[in-house]
Nanobody
Framework: EVNIVESGGGLVQAGGSLRLSCTVS????????IGWFRQAPGKEREGVSC????????ASADAFLGRFTIATDNVESTTFLQMDRLQVEDTAVYYC??????????????????????WGHGTRVTVSS
């Protein structure tokens, strides 16, 4: 059984930073890609960034370049989303998701939430003014 668990969310003041974590277990494949998504109240789920485990190839939506950064710790099987200069508009539930196999990270991949195979339950981020 595949298990995906996000953590690290919380309350932060605008301009501050948070580091989210995602752990993935139960996969029996040679490689997979991990993605971060978010969903604000009343809004559609949107892709943030993704990274392939085998070689660390990354892709991010243009809106997050320079402010959000994805990285993977292979030893601990953990993927991080470092979020800096947070804004009130960043308030959302942030989800970690997985696509098994050798799919190449790309902007069009994170733009299609329906493609992703496994999902965590999310971690809530609230940014106050």
């Amino acid at each position: 059984e595949v298990n995906i668990v996000e953590s690290g969310g919380g309350l932060v003041q605008a301009g501050g930073s948070l580091r989210l974590s995602c752990t993935v277990s139960g996969l029996t494949v040679d490689d997979y890609t991990i993605g971060w998504f978010r969903q604000a109240p009343g809004k559609e789920r949107e892709g943030v960034s993704c990274i392939r485990r085998r070689d660390g190839i990354r892709a991010s939506a243009d809106a997050f370049l320079g402010r959000f950064t994805i990285a993977t710790d292979n030893v601990e099987s953990t993927t991080f989303l470092q979020m800096d200069r947070l804004q009130v508009e960043d308030t959302a539930v942030y989800y970690c998701a997985v696509i098994p196999g050798n799919v190449r990270p790309a902007q069009n991949l994170i733009a299609l939430a329906a493609v992703w195979r496994y999902w965590g339950h999310g971690t809530r981020v609230t940014v106050s003014s």
